[in-house]
């Protein structure tokens, strides 16, 4: 792993530190002044997992659909041919293309 990766991954833990921090002090509040009860608290919480359990099973399906019709290989039209890609290129003397 080189140092840029270990400084994104620092700031990436950095910032879910803070939201987990920010989220549980709001959180507290919300109960501590009985704004929410736990029970409902827990309950939205279990309701919000289940939707996004469900959005990621949904969009898991989709993407296979998509992938499923990439399969074939689409460099082998007569686009991609290695004379039609060569054809563009300038092979002359620098400074004059």
Known sequence: MNLRSKEIIKKLSSKL????????????????????????????????????????????EILNDLGNSFDEDIFDSDEFKEDSVMRGLYYGPMGEA
Do not use: P, R, W, Y
């Open 17 to 60: 530190l803070n939201q987990t921090i920010i989220t549980q002090t709001l959180l507290d509040v919300l109960i501590e002044n009985d704004i929410i009860s736990e029970q409902d608290f827990q309950k939205a919480l279990d309701d919000n997992i289940g939707e996004i359990e469900d959005m990621v099973l949904e969009n898991k």
